[in-house]
């Protein structure tokens, strides 16, 4: 073969590979996309189901506290796992932010028990969390739930800011 030949076939070659790569990397960028929603999703539902225990255990004269401590760890769990999946550090510092807000309304010693009793102090902080909640949007009455980084992020940024 002649020398304009074998940069022809090099160049196809090349292309080939090039547009495999391409088709690779958006096929991972989506399937990112796609764990970072459904993920951000696992804590949009905790939040709002937080809020929603809250708000049902004021309502019952507090008849079954450890519901709430029992949603404060989903909501750590769900925190946690999407802080061990990502890899962006701002989005890191974000949950990371969250986690440390989250982590002042667990009770004991972070396991769960079944024989649970709040003092008028975590209750009043557990009212007052549900409130925040509420007013922010993380609730099931808010309407859509929009898992998009952006506007996520505003909310949670907005959530974790001191008042």
Same mark, same amino acid.
């Given at each position: 073969?002649?020398?304009?030949?074998?940069?022809?076939?090099?160049?196809?070659?090349?292309?080939?590979?090039?547009?495999?790569?391409?088709?690779?990397?958006?096929? $991972?960028?989506?399937?990112?996309?796609?764990?970072?929603?459904?993920?951000?999703?696992?804590?949009?539902?905790?939040?709002?189901?937080?809020?929603?225990?809250?708000?049902? %255990?004021? @309502?019952?004269?507090?008849?079954?506290?450890?519901?709430?401590?029992?949603?404060?760890?989903?909501?750590?769990?769900?925190?946690?796992?999407?802080?061990?999946?990502?890899?962006?550090? @701002?989005? %890191?510092? !974000?949950?990371?932010?969250?986690?440390?807000?989250?982590?002042?309304?667990?009770?004991? $010693?972070?396991?769960?028990?079944?024989?649970?009793?709040?003092?008028?102090?975590?209750?009043?902080?557990?009212?007052?969390?549900?409130?925040?909640?509420?007013?922010?949007?993380?609730?099931?009455?808010?309407?859509?739930?929009?898992?998009?980084?952006?506007?996520?992020?505003?909310?949670?940024?907005?959530? !974790?800011?001191?008042?």
């Amino acid at each position: 073969m002649r020398k304009l030949d074998w940069i022809k076939v090099i160049l196809v070659v090349s292309l080939l590979g090039n547009c495999y790569l391409f088709l690779n990397q958006k096929r $991972d960028n989506r399937k990112q996309e796609i764990r970072d929603e459904l993920l951000n999703g696992y804590i949009y539902r905790d939040l709002a189901q937080l809020e929603a225990t809250i708000h049902d %255990q004021q @309502d019952h004269n507090w008849k079954n506290e450890t519901l709430v401590v029992q949603k404060i760890d989903d909501t750590m769990d769900s925190i946690i796992m999407r802080l061990g999946m990502e890899r962006d550090n @701002d989005k %890191q510092t !974000v949950f990371w932010k969250l986690h440390d807000y989250m982590k002042k309304f667990v009770v004991g $010693d972070g396991t769960l028990a079944l024989d649970i009793t709040l003092d008028d102090r975590q209750r009043a902080d557990y009212i007052s969390l549900g409130e925040k909640l509420r007013s922010k949007g993380w609730s099931f009455k808010s309407g859509i739930i929009d898992t998009n980084w952006d506007i996520f992020s505003s909310k949670l940024e907005e959530l !974790v800011r001191e008042s």
